[in-house]
């Protein structure tokens, strides 16, 4: 038996005027994803522990089966792990999104875009680059990542600042967040830094001359030290892969003892490389009993506000994705059993997470069970989360219940 979850990260939204009062995934055409729910269970998971972030970190590492309450310490960590950076036990990781910010008369700074226009790893790395050789001292480092996502390292203790996400706050006034980190000496000065050597480096001089967002500053959050946890095939007897274009799931994975695929061409947006990701998904399965395939873009179009950009990206998400891994495994003659869900909701109309339960499928190729004779949406899911059962109060219960392990 084969076992899979496939990941639409923040494909959950709420009703649109402009699609009829449907939700995307309710709009779009996605076939196998309704074929699947048809002959499959339908139901809700709470990914979000009550009184965590709806976070993606705090989210998907409920769906591989660890309770957040227990493991997690921070988003940045997970990251630092994907980039194979090993945190001594006083250091702290941050991450360091590169953004773009508008400051105004009288101190006031506006959040413009919190990926800098999801500004190139090329890019972004020659910038990270130039802020680590003018910037870092004994107690700062900076480690470039993918695009816009990077990580600065501290050594020792820090002021407590309550950073927030960069994505919670486009087009809106930072001032307040932005204050904190200036109010100590030290941070003051790295900031500052930062500031002059991004605003003067050829990548921005560039970026302004084409009419794209420069990278003008720095925004840390997501603190914590690496976790300690049981890996996967610990917990629960298997050994598998993580697919996704993005470092925090790579360093859940990593921390979670899984094999982690690099897709060359996997951006975390729209324009990844699909192909690529189910054809890996399909070559882990012939020779491990898991894989895990995380896709990036109803989220990343869902915090933009760009209603055609999450229709497509949901749409591909079932074409590319979904169809040819569950066409793949059916060709091959498998048996396998599979969860299609999303970690949250990432709404249009606020642009930011929520702490929903999101609906979820499980699928026995098998078909040895009463399917739920449903389409999959926001809307089905609601109504089968009412009956009983129909909520699974968090992510361990659903990979118990995926790989019908007793609870």
Same mark, same amino acid.
């Given at each position: ?31 196998? %994803? ?61 991450? &360091? ?37 003018? &910037? ?61 050597? %991004? ?192 909520? %699974? ?15």
């Amino acid at each position: 038996m084969k076992y899979l979850i496939l990941v639409g990260d923040g494909m959950g939204d709420l009703p649109i005027a402009d699609l009829g009062n449907r939700t995307p995934l309710d709009a779009v055409p996605t076939p196998m %994803l309704d074929s699947l729910c048809q002959k499959g269970r339908l139901f809700l998971i709470r990914t979000v522990p009550e009184g965590y972030p709806p976070g993606s970190d705090v989210a998907n590492l409920s769906l591989l089966g660890y309770r957040p309450e227990e493991y997690y310490t921070g988003r940045a960590p997970l990251e630092a792990a994907a980039m194979g950076m090993n945190l001594a036990a006083d250091e702290t990781a941050f991450r &360091c999104n590169l953004v773009t910010l508008h400051h105004e008369l009288g101190n006031k700074v506006q959040m413009i875009d919190y990926s800098a226009g999801h500004i190139s790893s090329e890019e972004s790395t020659q910038l990270i680059e130039a802020l680590e050789s003018g &910037c870092a001292t004994e107690r700062f480092h900076f480690k470039a990542g993918i695009s816009y996502r990077h990580i600065l390292v501290v050594k020792g203790d820090y002021p407590a600042m309550n950073p927030v996400p960069p994505h919670d706050y486009i087009g809106k006034d930072v001032t307040a967040p932005w204050q904190r980190y200036t109010e100590d000496p030290e941070w003051q000065e790295l900031i500052q830094k930062a500031n002059i050597t %991004l605003a003067n480096h050829p990548v921005n001089q560039k970026r302004a001359a084409k009419g794209q967002n420069e990278a003008n500053g720095i925004w840390l959050w997501g603190e914590g030290k690496l976790p300690s946890m049981p890996g996967f095939h610990e917990r629960y007897g298997l050994r598998g892969c993580l697919i996704s274009a993005v470092d925090l799931l790579k360093g859940l994975g990593v921390v979670a003892g899984l094999d982690i695929l690099n897709i060359p061409g996997a951006t975390g947006y729209i324009d990844t490389n699909y192909q690529g990701k189910a054809e890996a998904a399909l070559e882990c399965l012939k020779t491990r009993d898991f894989v895990f395939v995380h896709v990036e873009g109803p989220d990343e179009a869902g915090h933009q506000g760009i209603l055609k950009d999450k229709s497509q990206a949901i749409e591909d998400f079932d074409a590319k994705i979904v169809t040819p891994i569950v066409q793949g495994l059916r060709a091959r003659g498998e048996e396998f059993r599979l969860i299609a869900t999303m970690d949250h909701y990432t709404p249009l109309s606020i642009r930011t997470h929520t702490d929903t339960p999101v609906p979820s499928i499980l699928y026995d190729s098998r078909e040895i069970e009463a399917g739920s004779g449903q389409n999959f949406s926001e809307v089905t899911g609601n109504e089968a989360g009412k009956k009983k059962g129909g909520t %699974l109060p968090d992510g361990e219960t659903m990979m118990n219940q995926l790989l019908q392990q007793k609870q």
